[in-house]
């Protein structure tokens, strides 16, 4: 099988080395549980979720792209402003996998990459370069873990490419994972926002 990669030209302000690590912002689901557009609720400071998302993921890796839904320029234009590149993914109704793949594509000479949900605002930067780092000094797949579980962001090398970019449906990278589980380095860190995303509008209450 073989893939059409649309690239994305890095932020001039960042990395365009062979070696930089991506970071992938899955920011293209529709928020039905919710009821509402989950990713531009503020968080205390006022900040919206999807843009602290972004903020943590930028400080951790050398570019950060953000997928998005089509209709959703206002969300597009906060991201840029924060120093992201935006993919616009006209699939992203086929659900997550779609829309990592897209960004997988887009980016398709990165090194490695970090795929973290939009909706998880409350991990913390040194967990991001924690698992960045991992996959820069030569692990093929990490991803953090606290009091036993595991969480996000996860961290792909560049030898997953193929398999990230033919992702679909909305499982996003579970199968990737799974099929891979004796070669994840898990990194153990105190951050319980690795496990926290907002699905519910008690979610988003309770924690902001």
Known sequence: MSFSFDRVTPTPHRSSSAGRVVGILLAAGASRRFGADKLKQSLAGGDWVAVRACRKLLAGTDQVLAVVRPGTE?????????????FICAEADQGM??????????TCDAAGWLIALADMPWVKIETIVGVANAIRHGAVLAAP????????????????????????????????????????R???????????????????????
Do not use: M
């Open 186 to 208: 898990l990194i153990d860190c105190d951050d319980r926002g690795i496990l926290q995303d907002i699905d519910e509008p008690t979610d988003w209450a309770l924690r902001r």
């Open 74 to 86: 206002e969300l597009a234009e906060r991201l840029r402003a924060e120093g992201a590149d935006v």
């Open 145 to 184: 873990r606290f009091q036993g579980q595991r969480g996000h962001p996860v961290g792909f090398a560049s030898v997953y490419r193929a398999e990230l970019a033919a992702l679909g449906g909305d499982g996003g990278a579970k199968v990737v994972i799974a099929a891979n589980s004796d070669k994840l």
């Open 97 to 106: 996998g779609a829309s990592l793949a897209s960004g997988v594509r887009a």
